[in-house]
């Protein structure tokens, strides 16, 4: 059956037939973002056609600046913020590559902003498909980051992105990221909340900076020196200092990520376990896949294909990402044995990023687990359940003979089919 | 017509700012902040004027400050522009961007457009000092004919921009020239600025004397002197419609001007010049004024 617009769920008023996309356009308007401002990439760009066409409507009342680069869409943004707005924009791939000098402008001035992140890989050469790199690319200017893996996620998570960035105790900007087609475009029933009771869960913004108080006079990041500066007025802390503060925010932000969440479930109603990752069959096993997004949706099906065959496999779907929760992982970890985990990108030159993050952070365990990483569905490849299984029983297989590398394993090539293929011909004819 | 008695007493910068000595562009900023007043807020991208602003956690200003990176200057005044009328204080507070020729005519010259064909109700300036000052005097878009930079020790290549061109094709409401120099006429356009909506573009040429090789005290007789040659020229452009300002009307006509030499000896930067150089300039100044003349004279029927 075809879902189309028409074709409303009706079990409740409240339940919605969207897009990802249209998800997180309904967030911010529910969360009543004061500035938006965006630039068009596919395939994010229905998130803010949506808005558009909220605003257009009356219902939302927001400024959105259409800016005319993704650079400048996120330096509004700062701006915005920093004179004391809600603030939101949504991007992808290249998008969010050129945003990339206002990244750490973002997070080093704590500035509390949204980004969607409808994921896209990065050209060369073009492509518009998901993978995740360039969520991975972006883990160390200091951004919360989160990934989705419904579209009942994407809102419920963008509502409670505001109030976790938004926390005194925390004042960070947050990367919401889903894949892109898989969940940007694909409609999926969402329940919206009451306004009421979002404006409950997510008051007004309080701003640590405000600069629209002209009473208050603020330099807002003058040239930082490697020094205190001492002066009759008083002192003020170096670059260093500054960006400790960064870090220790964002170590900080993970219990407060975890109590948002907590309070979100009370109030709402939906989990996503335990706000850091989503433990799925974990209990009889000791061997887990470990997996973020679309990858950890098409485990899923593979646990049940392991299930029916009389194979217990777990499944652990990373959704918060930076900070890196390596306590939380060391603590679920430490009784397991093997773990198998699956990047939908790439270190490029050493291995995926999910696979040897993890097996840093396990490096203290007394008793370590067996880890293998392997890279799927780059560039939008499809991530097949099959591949799933390859993997788990390869990695297996390698852990009973004591095989460990880091070399990196593509799972779902098909150089086999490339029957005229010559790599050093193919690029230079492009 | 303002007088110097009715400036405002009021001094928006603090004392020992870090600056230059002789710096042409605290002066204007200077200006700007007396006839702006303190109902503003400014954002400045890496320049001078971030050297001007001083170190963390003090503000050299008694007018809050948001600095930005160097290519988001009209999208950062845009972001608090935006936040202003989300909180309904736009009508308010003035936003004032404050950028140099490097920000403003090479690295920010697309969030400027942006931010002009927007129609954001904001003031732009840019201080044009003719170079990347800040990074040590190396060639911007906005550099003059042969002079030498530390990129082009061969003398510069082609003419600067005509920034002011570029801005007035956005179909903006008021564009205007400036310079230190004539601190009555600078300070009479910031005011005007103030109370006319929609995107103002301020082209204000900055004597440097580091940058531009002479004595800190000659600042004010080097922009004179960019004037009475005619290289620099005072006007307006209101919804369209071009205005010469007082302190260059009379140099309409090419008698009053002063040879260009006069205005070349005066700094090192064109101590290389060629013969065939200085004769290409005064065909530039000339070409410049006709245009003026040209629009003036259009305009009248």
């Known amino acids: ?430 | 017509m303002v007088n110097v008695m009715d400036l405002p007493e009021e001094e928006y910068i603090y004392p020992g700012t870090r600056a230059c000595a002789g710096c042409g562009m605290a002066l204007i900023y200077r200006i700007a902040l007396k006839a702006l007043g303190n109902k503003t807020l400014i954002t400045v991208p890496a320049s001078c004027l971030t050297v001007l602003h001083g170190m963390q956690g003090f503000c050299s200003t008694k007018i809050s400050v948001y600095h930005t990176p160097f290519a988001t200057t009209g999208a950062a005044a845009s972001g608090i522009l935006a936040s202003l009328e989300d909180k309904g204080l736009a009508d308010e507070i003035t936003v004032l961007a404050f950028a140099g020729d490097g920000g403003t005519t090479d690295i920010g010259i697309q969030a400027l457009s942006g931010a002009a064909e927007r129609g954001t109700n904001f003031i732009y300036a840019c201080y044009d000092n003719e170079a990347y000052m800040n990074t040590g005097v190396q060639r911007s878009g906005s550099t003059p004919l042969g002079v030498k930079t530390t990129t082009t020790p061969e003398g510069k290549y082609g003419h600067k921009k005509n920034m002011p061109k570029i801005l007035e094709a956005h179909n903006i409401p008021y564009v205007t020239t400036g310079i230190a120099s004539y601190p009555l006429d600078l300070y009479e356009k910031f005011k005007k600025a103030k109370d006319i909506y929609g995107p103002k573009y301020f082209h204000i040429l900055s004597p440097c004397p580091p940058g531009w090789g002479y004595e800190p005290k000659d600042t004010i007789l080097i922009g004179r002197l960019a004037v009475q040659t005619g290289f620099w020229i005072l006007y307006e452009v209101e919804n369209g419609i071009l205005k010469l300002s007082k302190p260059s009307s009379r140099y309409l006509d090419p008698t009053k001007r002063k040879p260009i030499e006069e205005y070349l000896k005066t700094q090192k930067r064109f101590s290389q010049m060629t013969q065939q150089e200085i004769q290409v300039y005064k065909t530039y100044i000339n070409e410049m004024w006709i245009d003026i003349e040209r629009r003036i004279k259009s305009q009248e029927i």
């Open chain 1, 1 to 430: 059956m075809t879902v189309t617009e028409d074709n409303k769920m009706d079990i409740r008023d409240d339940i919605m037939i969207l897009t990802g996309n249209h998800a997180a356009a309904h967030a911010f308007r529910q969360a009543k973002v004061g500035v938006v401002s965006a630039y068009p990439i596919t395939p994010q760009s229905p998130v803010v056609e949506k808005i558009a066409e909220f605003i257009a409507d009356g219902k939302l009342n927001a400024r959105f600046v259409k800016v005319e680069s993704e650079h400048s869409a996120l330096a509004v943004c700062c701006a915005a913020s920093a004179t004391g707005s809600r603030v939101g924009t949504a991007t992808s791939a290249h998008g969010l590559e050129l945003m990339y000098e206002m990244l750490p402008w973002a997070s080093g001035n704590r500035l509390p902003i949204i980004i969607n992140l409808a994921t896209r890989s990065l050209g060369a050469p073009w492509s518009v498909w998901t993978d995740h790199q360039d969520f991975i690319t972006i883990r160390d200017v200091g951004w919360i980051q989160f990934m989705c893996e419904t579209n009942q996620e994407i809102y419920d998570n963008n509502i409670q992105a505001f109030k976790i960035a938004e926390d005194p105790r925390v004042y960070l900007p947050v990367i919401n990221a889903y894949d892109g087609y898989i969940l940007s475009h694909t409609l999926m029933p969402v329940k919206l909340e009451k306004q009421k009771d979002v404006d409950d869960f997510l008051p007004p913004i309080t701003h640590h900076i405000n600069l629209s108080d002209i009473s208050q006079i603020k330099g807002i990041d003058p040239v930082t020196t490697p020094h205190i500066v001492i002066r009759e007025e008083g002192t003020a802390p170096g670059y260093y200092e500054y960006r400790f503060s960064l870090q220790k925010a964002l170590e900080n932000s993970i219990n407060v990520i975890k109590e948002v969440h907590d309070d979100f479930a009370i109030r709402f109603g939906r989990s996503y376990g335990n706000g850091i990752y989503k433990a799925v069959e974990t209990d009889d096993t000791d061997t887990i896949i470990f997996a973020m997004g679309s990858v950890a949706s098409q485990s899923r099906i593979a646990l049940k294909k392991f299930r029916s065959e009389g194979l217990k496999i777990g499944l652990v779907s990373l959704r918060l990402f930076r900070p890196y929760p390596s306590e939380e992982l060391r603590e679920f970890f430490k009784t397991k044995k093997n773990i198998i985990v699956f990047d939908r990108d790439i270190g490029y030159g050493y291995e995926g990023v999910l696979s040897y993050e993890l097996k840093a952070a396990l490096y203290g365990l007394n008793k370590r687990p067996n880890i293998k990483g392997f890279i799927v569905g780059l560039g939008g490849r499809d991530v097949k359940t099959e591949h799933i299984i390859t993997g788990v029983r390869r990695a297996l297989n390698d852990f009973e003979q004591g095989i460990f590398t880091n070399k990196t394993e593509f799972l779902g090539l098909r150089l086999d089919e490339l029957r005229d293929y010559d790599e050093s011909t193919y690029f230079k004819n492009g």
